[in-house]
């Protein structure tokens, strides 16, 4: 009998697990220092966006963390079937035997310093269990091309209104792969909340133009009374009013007055967002 498992990235499963389980990625990241692990808030957002893997011996302690008492189902390796799942190839025998080595790795945590991510583990486990082959030859791949980009850690706000950018050296500079970054991006900056959705999802790193003013309808970040938000403008040139709107109509419009003060960071560029 065939278990069918949700097709799932390790990224996603973490995120899920951890608003399960009700944490902050700062609660997180004072759990884990109880296992020697010392890691930033902004790292564990990468694990969830997708953006770097933590290694197995981080992976393991998140799982405790978030009461993941069954491993093997979270990551669909039950089963008499192939499941694609967690970004592998999972099959039956030979995954579940790895994957038991995982398990007993995980007892001796406190011995070991395990390096790498699961992914490299899987893939060198299932080499060694395959049989000696000559492999045809193939060109070698292309080396992969890379931009480093400034990202703020304040978020920006779908939502009601985040501060951002009270420190001007509050950002760190991060990697990313470049075709997922557009050409026209000066910075990135995480978003907080679901006013958005679903174009934008929370925690989501969007890529911005600096620029003093966008023109109607289009999705920017702004600064409004020291608060900043992530939203769509919208010009009444008729009214002569000013409003920033929500994707997410629980959300209600925001009224630019005469006295507030008001200024655009720049435009959200969507095409290529980092999610």
Known sequence: ?????????????LKTKRK???LSVAEVAAHLQSYNIHLSPKTLYGYES?????????????????????????????GNAPQKNAGLLVTAEADQTIVRKLLALKTQRNKYRVEGSIDTYLCEEREALQPPRIAPYTMPPEEP??????VFH?????????????????YEFMEFPSDSV???ADFGIYI???????????????????????????????????????KKIRI??????????????AYAPICIQSEDDFQTIGKVLLHGAAS
């Open 1 to 13: 009998m065939t278990m069918d498992y949700p097709l799932q990235t390790i990224a996603e499963l």
């Open 20 to 22: 399960a389980a009700r």
């Open 50 to 78: 997708g953006h770097s893997a933590p290694d197995l011996y981080t992976l393991l302690a998140l799982c405790e963390i978030y009461g993941v008492t069954d491993i093997m189902a979270e990551f669909g390796l039950k």
């Open 145 to 150: 091309q890379w931009v480093e980009m400034r």
């Open 154 to 170: 304040e978020s920006a706000a779908a939502g009601m209104g985040n501060y951002l950018l009270g420190d001007a050296q509050n």
């Open 182 to 184: 557009p050409s026209q």
């Open 192 to 230: 907080s909340g679901d006013s958005m959705t679903p174009l934008i999802e929370d925690e989501q790193i969007v890529w911005v133009k600096a620029m003093p003013q966008i023109e109607d309808n289009e999705i920017g970040i702004f600064i409004l009374n020291n608060r900043s938000y992530c």
């Open 236 to 249: 009444d040139y008729q009214n002569s009013c000013v409003w920033l709107l929500s994707l997410n109509p």
